[in-house]
């Protein structure tokens, strides 16, 4: 039994959830529809290249949370659900998932997208174990910050020490899927790193360094 670890954003899903997210909430005329819009596009962009300011995007990101009742942000995740991501959900990464499942393996996303986003989506994928952005809430609303070390880049590989450690786990024999040279930090640590329809620049450091590569995609 191993741990099999999962990015989530063009890993399993074929699109960014986080980027859609922001479409979705313009789509409704919950954000400012020239600034926001192109603040979306630009950190996605800065993703891809490997420059995001982190802090930056996550100011922006999770505004609209605390802008929002849960109950408004709970009924507008249930349609981001059936619009954005379900037809969104790989096939093949399901299959993927199942065969990690049937071995025994204990199964883990690992996101830089936060866990409002996300956890709907590891949920709906059977995954009980998320690591994801931790949006701080108080008295049942959040606030618009950021709770603990966000999981990204080697934010994740120190969130998952800290998950490890609390159940005494270790990286032995672990898989890491991800489609990110932004996770090239946490696939450098695992047993078996697979690159899933890299990125040109993962797709190189995978050549070189000799790791399995494939496509979930059709």
Known sequence: ???AIFD????LLSIDSDHAWGEFLLEQGAVDPVA??????????????GTLDMNEFLAVALKPLADNSPAQLAAWHQQFM?????PHILPRGEELIARHRASGDTLLIVTATNRFITGPIAERLGIDELI????????????GRVSGVPSFREGKVTRLEQWLEQRELSLHGAWFYSDSHNDLPLLELVDHPVAVDP?????QAAEQRDWRIISLRD
Do not use: H, Q, W
Request: hydrophobic letters at 35%.
């Open 132 to 143: 994801a952005v931790e949006p701080e809430m108080v008295d049942g609303r959040y606030t």
């Open 1 to 3: 039994m191993s741990l």
């Open 36 to 49: 926001y819009k192109e603040a979306n596009d630009r950190f996605m962009a800065d993703y891809e290249a």
């Open 199 to 203: 990125d040109d620049s993962l797709r």
């Open 8 to 11: 989530l954003d063009n890993t």
């Open 82 to 86: 059936a619009s954005k991501i379900e």
